[in-house]
């Protein structure tokens, strides 16, 4: 009882569940709903929010519905609201015997696992939603937002990468050695990413360079500890470097689209974790290929599971 008031005892429900059993909010002072200029103003606002929350992974159904939250805090209450994979489309239509259209279209650009601009947002959404915020000073919020540096810097972020890699080892039951390598080749991996996608590669072809790195690294360390009488099982190394990939892809929210009633952007979203989890096959296949061809031969694959270092305790 003590524990579950501490955790209830402030109220405070996530936003999207506040935006979607809330009714309508009675702005304070609303936009003027036959001014294009400003009706098109809070469209773009909550298109912006969208794109972000898209972005970060929320799905079609939530994003929707913040959407549809921030226009009604501002009085435009009638609006119809399209996402179709990465394209967001908003359309209403003013005035009372000449009806002008008004139509806003956003395109979110790309991924992201930086979660600290989502924060922002839903803090602004929060606000927009109890009259604290005009849509000039949303609008600043937002442009702030675009122009903020990352939370955390590139190495930050290419470090915990590798430690995502190291422990996956670890779990796996990798020794010290197995957990090592990993970690320097998930720090490998994304290093080389985070380069390629400078340069404007194609996430498919990052995924393919990515599962080579993953493969070539525990060949070579397979048969230097074999020369010297160490025993590991490279597989654990390859194990971990493609789930550093695999955590990016968006499996979770295309079935979550799916099942809240957007089926065309589910089946994108799945055909593209699918084509991307190819690129990561294909790139272990060339790995393994090159390691041969290069003399050091992986293993065949071993399915009895390894023991000695990872105990329950290192696992959890």
Not at 93 to 110: A, E, L, Y
Not at 200 to 219: E, R
Request: hydrophobic content about 50%; aromatic content about 6%.
């Amino acid at each position: 009882d003590s524990l579950r008031s501490t955790f209830t005892a402030s109220g405070r429900i996530a936003t999207i569940d506040a935006a979607k059993a809330a009714p309508p909010p009675s702005p304070l002072a609303p936009v003027d709903l036959t001014d294009q200029a400003q009706v098109a103003a809070v469209m773009d606002i909550a298109a912006r929010i969208g794109d972000i929350l898209l972005s970060s992974g929320t799905s079609n159904s939530d994003t929707r519905a913040q959407i549809h939250a921030v226009t009604s805090a501002y009085g435009l209450h009638y609006c119809h609201v399209d996402i179709t994979m990465n394209t967001i489309t908003i359309f209403t239509t003013i005035g009372t015997t000449r009806k002008t259209p008004v139509n806003v279209f956003r395109v979110v650009r790309r991924m992201t696992t930086d979660f600290s601009r989502l924060s922002e947002v839903d803090r602004l959404i929060r606000s927009i939603q109890a009259g604290a915020t005009p849509p000039e000073v949303a609008e600043n919020i937002l442009d702030d937002l675009s122009a903020k540096p990352t939370a955390y810097g590139i190495w930050t972020a290419i470090m915990g990468w590798g430690l995502l890699g190291g422990s996956v080892a670890g779990l796996l039951g990798g020794g010290a050695l197995v957990i090592i390598t990993a970690f320097l080749t998930a720090v490998l991996i994304m290093t080389l990413n985070t380069w390629l996608d400078r340069k404007g590669l194609p996430y498919f072809f990052q995924n393919m360079f990515g599962g080579i790195i993953a493969t070539l690294p525990a060949a070579i360390i397979y048969n230097l500890a074999a020369d010297v009488g160490v025993r590991i099982s490279p597989g654990q190394v390859i194990a971990s470097g493609i789930i550093v990939l695999l955590a990016g892809l968006t499996l979770v929210q295309s079935l979550q689209d799916g099942i809240t009633g957007a089926p065309v952007t589910a089946s994108a979203r799945f055909f593209e974790a699918l084509l991307f989890t190819g690129a990561i096959v294909a790139g272990v296949g060339i790995g393994i290929q090159v390691s041969v061809l290069i003399g050091v031969p992986l293993p065949p694959l071993e399915i009895i599971p390894t023991s000695g270092f990872t105990t329950s305790t290192v696992r959890v």
